[in-house]
């Protein structure tokens, strides 16, 4: 049985970059093979195949980048970079193979539906602009010093996507957001925003002012609700358990109603 020549038994480690993954694309073309796997650096799992380190080169990434636009379209290309940004498994491998294809066939090959690579990538964007839409309702602040702070967990690396929608909203205050998940955090003062690694990050408890707020929304979200018809499976539905531990309305405090104190929701 004949192997193709551009399978190899190799595991490319890039440094988790996107454009450290664009010079693994050029990596796969110059040196006409096609890895098993690709890996950031922080990967700690064992690989059963040889590891090839892939340098970034900004030139290399610059070249790749200019290509996908021009050679297959700008749809792809935003696919690609929003791909990136997801949980999707061993994407770095789904993404590159599908660059390959769509060298081959242009455009065209956004319209391949039965196409796995395909599909798996355009689920994997759905959901990461799903999840991205739905912490633009979930994210709760907490001020501390004059700087309005929020932690979230999600699936997905989302802060690049709600970036400018925080940044318009709050547009004169200051405000930081950390993910505890991917270990970033997006910062923004006036007209400002950057997104940087953060590993870790506790902010000081909160002041007896922060209490008292936090205390008036939980008591809103307490009586608005109509006790005949709750529905506990509704809402799981329309908001699952995995965001409440970063909302106030979920959060004991101990100026919260006794109601809550006592059966304090999951």
């Known amino acids: 049985m004949s192997v193709s020549p551009d399978v190899t038994c190799l595991t490319y480690r890039y440094d988790g970059t996107f454009e450290g993954f664009l010079c693994c694309v050029f990596e796969s073309y110059m040196a006409h093979e096609l890895p098993q ?32 636009p021009r050679r297959i379209s700008p ?38 539906a039965g196409n796995d690579d395909v599909w798996r990538l355009t689920k994997a964007v759905q959901h990461l602009r799903r999840e991205a839409h739905l912490h633009l309702g979930f994210i709760r602040f907490t001020v501390q010093n004059g ?24 547009s004169e205050e200051r405000f930081f957001i950390y993910d505890e998940r991917h270990h970033a955090a997006l910062v923004y003062r006036p007209y ?15 002041d ?8 008036l929304w939980q008591t809103f979200y307490d009586a608005i609700e109509i006790r005949p ?14 965001y409440r531990q970063y909302m106030t309305e979920f959060i004991g405090e101990s100026t919260a109603s006794p109601e809550r104190i006592k059966n304090p929701e999951p």
């Open 229 to 242: 018809r709750h529905n506990e499976k509704c809402q799981m539905t329309h908001l699952p358990k995995r």
């Open 208 to 215: 007896t002012a922060e209490k008292n707020f936090r205390a």
């Open 75 to 112: 749809r792809a290309d935003e696919l690609l970079r929003h791909a990136f940004l997801t949980c999707l498994p061993e994407k770095e491998l789904i993404m590159l193979r599908f660059l390959r294809q769509g060298y081959r066939y242009g455009s065209r090959i956004l319209e391949f």
């Open 192 to 206: 400002e925003t950057a997104i940087f690694p953060l590993d870790d990050f506790k902010a000081s408890f909160p």
């Open 37 to 68: 796997a690709i890996i950031g650096l922080n990967n700690a799992a064992a690989s059963l195949f040889t590891v090839k380190d892939i340098v970034t080169v900004t030139a290399h990434a610059d070249r790749v980048a200019q290509s996908i």
């Open 147 to 170: 700087v309005l702070l929020s932690r979230i967990g999600p699936k997905n690396y989302i802060l690049p996507l709600i970036a400018s929608h925080f940044a318009a909203r709050f």
